[in-house]
């Protein structure tokens, strides 16, 4: 293992700055959870959070130009609208078929769907928590519930993103499990394993997937800026790390550019990751 990650902030791997502005750890981010996506097919995309809202439309414009988005409602639309905008006000989208909410479980069943959730605890298998903090009995914090997460997790594509990432979100056991990790997904059986797809961890330190032997999670790339031993003081479960550690890539002037004049002008990215 090294703590070594190439890259920095001032001088990332790649083009670093469009108009003279730095690259920004939200747009680090942005670009990460676009690559969540590249290579998708025809599959809607479900993402929560600023940051996975701009990489979705930014994976459509470059690495995944067939996915599906929705305008939040009951529509699929073409096209590309800003952040917090109404997509039926901006010139260029176009409604291109409906999808009352009845349909979203025929395309979770049948694996047409890429999520990427918010958890509010994972471990080092990919099992997530976003029903209640402590006894499920008599919980210290209640939250959402298992909501769609178990079946997201067994029928479909799933990620996660991770905007704080510390010792109380990557935690060694969850305290509930809502979202089914690779451990708990092997010893349930084929039922609950032939469809199981974790793919990636987008946080504001890093990116990780379930390469790790028996679908450990594995530490991918660190964001330009944080290092390996920040990282580990971050994150209370085991996580893979296979010899030195990349930076995240940087994003194109292009990709920059998108972000910055189309996507999300008005930077709402950085209330949600801090520049």
């Not at 942005?30 to 809202?53: H, K, L, Q, R």
């Not at 550690?245 to 994003?251: D, E, I, L, Q």
Request: glycine letters at 10%; one cysteine or more.
């Amino acid at each position: 293992m090294s703590s070594t990650v190439t890259g920095s902030a001032d001088q990332p791997t790649g083009s670093a700055t469009t108009a003279d502005a730095p690259v920004t750890r939200a747009e680090y981010c942005a670009v990460a959870v676009a690559d969540a996506f590249a290579g998708d097919g025809e599959f809607i995309a479900s993402a929560f959070g600023t940051i996975p809202a701009i990489g979705v439309r930014l994976a459509r414009l470059t690495v995944a130009p067939d996915l599906l988005l929705t305008d939040g409602e009951a529509h699929f639309v073409s096209g590309t609208w800003q952040i917090g905008a109404d997509p039926h006000a901006t010139e260029g989208v176009v409604v291109e078929g409906w999808s009352p909410f009845r349909t979203i479980f025929d395309l979770v069943w049948h694996g047409k769907r890429h999520v990427m959730m918010i958890p509010a605890q994972i471990d080092g298998h990919g099992n997530t928590n976003i029903s209640a903090i402590g006894d499920y009995a008599q919980p210290k914090v209640q939250l959402l519930g298992v909501r769609g997460a178990p079946g997201n997790s067994v029928y479909h594509p799933t990620s996660y993103w991770v905007p704080n990432h510390s010792t109380r979100s990557f935690v060694r056991t969850v305290d509930t499990v809502s979202g089914v990790g690779t451990d708990n997904a092997r010893a349930a059986g084929p039922a609950t394993s032939a469809y199981h797809d974790l793919r990636r961890v987008v946080t504001n330190l890093a990116v990780l997937d379930f390469g790790g032997p028996d679908g450990a999670m594995r530490l991918l790339s660190l964001h330009p800026g944080v290092t390996l031993e920040e990282f580990r003081a971050a994150t209370a479960c085991d996580v893979h790390v296979e010899g030195e550690v990349p930076a995240t890539r940087a994003p194109s002037a292009e990709e920059l550019r998108l972000i910055r004049e189309v996507i999300d002008p008005r930077s709402l990215r950085d209330r949600e990751i801090p520049a």
